[in-house]
Structures are given as structure tokens and as C-alpha cells.
């Protein structure tokens, strides 16, 4: 699986950004897909997950810092996860990563053999 995240950017406090993490090699339905962060001197930290459940549903978990602001959504026609991130503030500030497991979602860095490169997002006060 090759994961490429994109969308990262400046924006204001306040203000809002769209990640997205495209995927190749595997149809994502078969994945947990997970958007990670980290900021200079500090440990990678979870943000999000996107996997489909055993019944066909879907699961969605997110980070208490950024419930109720982000939202993780997936396009399977273009095998792609999307995080909406809207009333962003300086906190949020980091190179965020996606990540994919096959079907559960973790949220430790170290249960995840995929990785995109990171974009870089800065929110300024």
C-alpha cells in the first residue's frame, strides 16, 4: 500500500483545511486508515481513524482535542481519506501523517506498517 497525504498548508486561528490521504497499491475498504500528528519535539499522536466494520458500517474515532472539529470521511471511488479540519487553533500545528493497517483501527504509531509522507500544517494566532 502507498499512501500520499496532501492539503497541508498556513491558515489562520480559526480557520479551516482539508487533508487528504490517497491510496495505491490496495482498495482501501480492506483498511484502517488513520491520521496522525506530530510536533517539533513531541511524540507522534493519534488525530483520527476511518476502517469499515465486519457488518459493512463504518467506524470513525477522533482524538478528544480535535472531537467536535475534525472530521474523517472517505471517497471510495478515489480510494482516498479526507480530514476536514475547521476551527483550527495554534494547538494544531504539526506535520500530520496517514497511516493504514489492515482492518482495526490502532492508535499507537508503532501498529502501522503504511505511512504517507507528512504535511505540514501551521495555524497562527
Known amino acids: 500500500v502507498q499512501l500520499q497525504a496532501f492539503g497541508g498548508g498556513l491558515v489562520q486561528a480559526g480557520g479551516s483545511l482539508r487533508l487528504a490521504c490517497a491510496a495505491s497499491?490496495?482498495?482501501?475498504?480492506?483498511?484502517?486508515i488513520t491520521w496522525f500528528r506530530q510536533a517539533p519535539g513531541k511524540e507522534r499522536e493519534f488525530v483520527s481513524a476511518f476502517s469499515w466494520t465486519v457488518s459493512g458500517h463504518h467506524s470513525l474515532e477522533y482524538a478528544d482535542s480535535v472531537k467536535d472539529r475534525f472530521t474523517i470521511s472517505r471517497d471510495g471511488a478515489k480510494n482516498t481519506v479526507y480530514l476536514q479540519m475547521n476551527s483550527m487553533i495554534p494547538e494544531d500545528t504539526a506535520a500530520y501523517y496517514c497511516?493504514?493497517?489492515?482492518?482495526?483501527?490502532?492508535?499507537?504509531?508503532?501498529?502501522?506498517?503504511?505511512w504517507g509522507q507528512g504535511t505540514q500544517v501551521t495555524v497562527s494566532s
Open positions: 497499491g490496495a482498495n482501501l475498504i480492506s483498511y484502517a
Open positions: 497511516a493504514a493497517r489492515p482492518y482495526s483501527i490502532s492508535r499507537r504509531p508503532g501498529d502501522y506498517k503504511y
